[in-house]
């Protein structure tokens, strides 16, 4: 019932046409003062849900969020919508704290963000003035279970807090969390009153998921942001050391990184947080402490340099790439050795043995994703308890073949024949020695010059021997044993290979595809989003997110109409920043004389989404002509196309959601008839309806009055 009235709001202040799934149906139920919780995953929009009603509820909506050093984005982000926000938390002085009181009371914000922790004190501030709260919002709420992975004992006390407020606001919670277990604690431990539930499902498709076995971690890293410079992104190590020696090896080879990790005091991680956030270094090296509420949202790519030790925490710090809803990457670099290091981290943790035991099947399941031959997305779909999911998803690597299986029974038998005739008391580099006839001092001092197998790959390349090794490492044929110098030794699954002369194969990741996107202008806009960013103090994508940038540059709109239909412009946001991107867009498509295709920049009256210098789509021309005015006879004539074809563009359009008006295609007085004539005999096929229509009435009018109606 709220619906238009949210849509509105959605256009005006958050520039945003339609709402994304779940978010018009959360809106309306928590309007309707029914206590609501929403599961979605991370960039599904969560914060619209709690947003849009405090902009449409008399009072003050409090939102209780984890994290006190995202609350001054937060609110800097609504400001620079229009939107009155504030925050209260413990960097406040108190007569900061009571100025802002004050202005709660006179009605200067629609929401106050709230940390857990000092709710005591909030409740007792807010006793002495007067003000009506409709909602309070749980963001990041499974941060109140233990069983979740974030656990915050001070969000046990929100559930005290809520019930001191008279009356009893409505509650909202959102959590991106999967695990049953975590949300039925959640509506239990926050007392939610018989919640109105929307799930969304975990699908995140603008991500592609990749793993890569036994690749060479650095080489890996260093190649892949080459091709990304001006990409932000996160890598994920899985300890401290890790993240400072990665951290200097990509400093030192020239690009800008910065790193995370609860080693670093508070400040240094509150400064390369803000570093990050402002894009003044692309590159974020991090444990697992960085990222909870991250809210940037043009993170194109998460790295995991290993494997994490379950799949929902894979999932969860994998999803902060992409929010924006742009194409990002989440690539899983695994070894086989790595699965030693979250062994360590349980076996030392104080838990009871069941906890641990449930724990080492969590981190089996981990493994199984990176050897799984099925589609990625479907693997993590399932783990997470949904059912119908696609066979293949078309965008991970599984599915896109990114890696080839070569065959290497051959050199594989040579290489664990080595390893057992030295004993297994040696490191890889000696072994591939020995494989290469080295005659360096310690093969000769050692003798192992009179192996077998000395001398024996003496044609093959290190390189490659090298990555053979580590290939058989991580599919489990060899061990590297921990110890400082550590040694290889075979496992029984190389010996039982070995015994039964099976074959061998190994994946070997196809070269990456250069990108040649013309980009020139969306860097003209980053550069300027860049700069304003300094001038306002705001972080980069609170200005505007890439998606905006990007369909900027893709439209080209050069009128502040135009502008305003962009995604993402709201009318403050076009107040205050048109003018300075426009102008650097009319510069650009007058210094390159461009001609935009017809109607490019407009969404309501024209095709979308036409990339510059890309082959317009052939039923967006067909768009235009109609738009033109044109018939459909008319518009085949002057495409030379059958008149089925045009019929088919203007279907194709509709499906896009483009604006075609249907009624022209139905002739008056038709449209009763055609739906008499489906009633019998269905929807599904077009001739028997038009087998028992009057003649006159066409295909079209049929295709017509079933797009109309939504019958397919
Ligand atoms: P979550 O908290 O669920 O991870 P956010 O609330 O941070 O997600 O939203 C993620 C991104 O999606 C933000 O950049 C936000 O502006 C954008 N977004 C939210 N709602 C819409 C919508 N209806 N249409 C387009 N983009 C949206
Ligand atoms: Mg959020
Ligand atoms: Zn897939």
Redesign the pocket.
């Known amino acids: 019932m709220y619906r238009e009235k949210t849509l509105s709001l959605?256009k005006n202040y958050?520039g945003?046409?339609?709402?994304?799934k779940g978010?018009g149906e959360a809106i309306n139920s928590i309007a309707s003062g029914n206590d609501t919780f929403v599961i979605?995953?991370?960039?599904?929009?969560?914060?619209?849900c709690y947003q849009i009603p405090a902009l449409l509820l008399d009072g003050v909506t409090l939102v209780i969020s984890p994290l006190i050093s995202l609350m001054k984005d937060q609110v800097d982000g609504l400001n620079s919508l229009g939107i009155g926000a504030t925050f209260i938390n413990s960097t406040l002085s108190k007569a900061e704290v009571s100025e802002r009181l004050i202005d709660i009371s006179n009605d200067k914000y629609k929401l106050v963000y709230l940390a857990p922790e000092g709710l005591d004190n909030i409740n007792y501030l807010f006793r002495n003035i007067d003000i009506k709260i409709p909602l309070v919002a749980i963001?990041e709420a499974h941060c109140v279970s233990k069983w979740g992975h974030d656990f915050r004992p001070s969000y046990r006390k929100i559930n005290d807090f809520i019930n001191n407020i008279n009356p009893r606001p409505t509650v909202l919670a959102?959590t991106?969390t999967a695990t049953d277990l975590v949300q039925k604690d959640i509506i239990n431990l926050l007392a939610l009153n018989s919640p109105n539930v929307f799930f969304t499902g975990f699908n995140r498709e603008n991500l592609t998921l990749k793993v890569f076995r036994g690749e060479n971690k650095d080489n890996f890293i260093l190649d892949y942001i080459d091709n990304r410079k001006d990409e932000s992104g996160i890598i994920y190590t899985s300890t401290r050391a890790e993240t400072e020696q990665l951290s200097n090896l990509l400093n030192k080879k020239g690009y800008k990184s910065g790193i995370y990790h609860a080693g670093l005091d508070e400040s240094t991680r509150a400064e390369m947080q803000e570093n990050f956030m402002y894009d003044n270094f692309n590159i974020m090296v991090a444990t697992n402490a960085f990222g909870m509420g991250i809210?940037k949202?043009n993170v194109r790519y998460v790295i995991h340099y290993a494997i994490p030790k379950n799949l929902e925490a894979y999932y969860q710090e994998a999803g902060r790439a992409g929010?924006?809803?742009e194409p990002s990457e989440c690539v899983l670099l695994f070894n086989n050795k790595d699965i030693q290091t979250q062994k360590y981290f349980i076996d030392n943790s104080p838990m009871d043995e069941y906890k641990k035991s449930q724990d080492y099947n969590n981190l089996r399941t981990m493994v199984d994703y990176c050897y799984t031959q099925k589609c990625l997305r479907k693997f993590i779909l399932e783990y997470f308890g949904e059912k119908e999911t696609e066979d293949s998803c078309n965008n991970c690597s599984n599915c896109i073949n990114e890696n080839e299986l070569k065959e290497i029974t051959t050199e594989a038998q040579m290489i664990f024949s080595c390893v057992y005739r030295a004993e297994e008391r040696y490191g890889v580099n000696t072994i591939i020695d020995i494989l290469k006839g080295s005659q360096n001092q310690k093969i000769l001092r050692l003798g192992l010059n009179k192996l077998s197998t000395y001398n024996l790959m003496v044609n093959y390349d290190r390189k490659f021997l090298e990555e053979v090794v580590n290939k058989l490492i991580a599919d489990g044929y060899l061990l590297m044993t921990s110890e400082q110098y550590p040694l290889l030794k075979l496992t029984s699954k190389a010996k039982i290979a070995l015994k039964n002369k099976e074959s061998i194969f190994i994946q070997i990741r196809k070269a990456e595809k250069v990108r040649e996107e013309d980009e020139t202008l969306f860097n003209l806009l980053r550069a300027l989003r860049k700069s304003m960013s300094q001038e306002l103090n705001l972080p980069p994508?609170v200005i505007f997110?890439d998606?905006t940038l990007k369909e900027l540059s893709s439209r080209l709109p050069l009128t502040e109409t135009e502008f305003s239909e962009i995604?993402?412009v709201g009318k403050n946001k076009l107040e205050k920043y048109g003018d300075r991107f426009l102008e650097v867009i009319k510069n650009y498509v007058g210094e390159n004389g461009i001609i935009r295709n017809p109607g490019t920049a407009s969404s309501k009256s024209s095709a979308k989404e036409t990339v510059m210098g890309e082959k317009v789509k052939s039923y967006y021309e067909t768009y235009n002509l109609y738009k033109e005015g044109m018939t459909l006879e008319e518009i085949a004539k002057s495409r030379n196309l059958t008149s089925t074809t045009i019929q088919k563009h203007i279907m194709d359009c509709v499906l896009e959601g483009l604006d075609v008006n249907l009624d022209d295609f139905i002739p008056k007085h038709s449209e009763e008839a055609i739906l008499e004539a489906i009633k019998k005999v269905g929807a599904e096929k077009l001739r028997p309806i038009k087998d028992i229509l009057p003649e006159d009435i066409d295909y079209m009018a049929i295709k017509s009055v079933i797009c109309k109606h939504n019958l397919i």
């Open positions: 959605l958050f945003y046409e339609n709402f994304k978010q979605m995953p991370t960039g599904g929009g969560k914060s619209l963001d959102c991106a809210d949202s929010r924006d809803g994508y997110p998606s995604k993402g």
